[in-house]
């Protein structure tokens, strides 16, 4: 079935007539994946819903499918709607559990863990701030209909610790916990870089379990035992003390589909060009060209350099969102978009928009009309 990416805000912090703020909806195989949930996103979220059943018989997206629930950061466009809506999908008696995910520091999970009060310079946009706050609100287990975890990450470090929203105590995670369920896809977070904790979010199929190498295996003249561990899954220590990883005994057949979603970011993210290349990158592109000086101070991305760092991550397709709006007209964006020549296919997109990622990894694009929504796959720009 591939991934369907439903866009249901473009705009940046400023929502304007035709944009909203963000948050978006990833359709994949295993369930739902939300990224960031801005001001009204239940709104937008059950207008998309209603437009679907309106002009795609079949084709769903239900809150209740929702697993997941990501934070590119703390900043209030990208948090604003999620109490109001996990409020909502309470009131329609909800069960599924939900998994919460977000960006935090390090003096902040280690004020948690040791149960001390936050850092005195904690700014509002710290989600460990927001999130006790919602869990005062009624975002706690006798307050909601259905099961929350919450679960904030020192990313670059890969530090996880989750929050208790009964007790407000903290304990630390061996890793960072993958929505219930889930077995075909996985979540990764990935450090990007902007004025707060921030990070960005994939969403990869796994690939399937590859060929056991035995070749290897008896090059390094292997016992039984020693080959069965390694193909169970199971690391080996060989009695000169190397260790045999054992998932380098298995190599993945056929890479999996992926998409990444940056949240805020200056361009050149280290987390977004340390990854494998994803199918499909949505990347913000908050500047044109001349406000370059705007997007240095505040650490995002103009549209140019939204295009260097997907052809830096050597990326096919790239979608751009999160406009400032003094982009009136997405005409200034195109003309900003310069892939000289590489094999590069960007889009511009609107609000309502879809992504869609075909099981032979082809991706296009669906913009909405009041008719529906009108296909084109996703070619060269000019
Ligand atoms: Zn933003
Ligand atoms: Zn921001």
Known sequence: MGFDVHVLGTASARPTNRRDVSGSAVKCPDGIAVIDCGEGFQSRFSHQR??????????????????????????????????????????????????????????????????????ADTPPSELARQWRSWHSLGANNSGLSFPTRWILGDVAEQRWVELDAQTGKAVALESMPQPAGWSSCKIEALQTHHSVPSCAWAIKQVGKRGKFDRLRAAELRL??????????????????????????????????????LSGDTAEGAPGLLSTATPTLLVHEATFLEAQSDKADEHLHSTVAGAVRTAQQMKVNHLALTHYSSRIKDLETVSNEIDTEGASLHVVCLNDGDRLRIAEDASVSHLTFTQEGWSKRNMSPNR
Do not use: Y
Request: proline residues 6%; without cysteine.
């Open 223 to 260: 016992t039984e035992q020693q080959r069965m561990s390694l193909a169970r899954g199971d690391d080996v220590t060989l009695e000169n003390g190397d260790r045999l990883n054992a998932s380098s005994f298995r190599g993945q057949s056929g890479s999996g589909l992926s998409v990444i």
């Open 50 to 119: 209603k437009m679907l059943k309106l002009h795609e018989k079949g084709t769903t997206l239900k809150p209740g499918n929702v697993d997941v629930l990501l934070f590119t950061h703390g900043h209030l466009d990208h948090t604003w709607g999620a109490l109001p809506w996990m409020q909502t999908m309470s009131l329609d008696h909800r069960e599924t559990p939900l998994l919460i995910l977000g960006p935090s520091s390090k003096p902040v999970l280690d004020a948690l863990i040791s149960g001390s009060d936050l850092p």
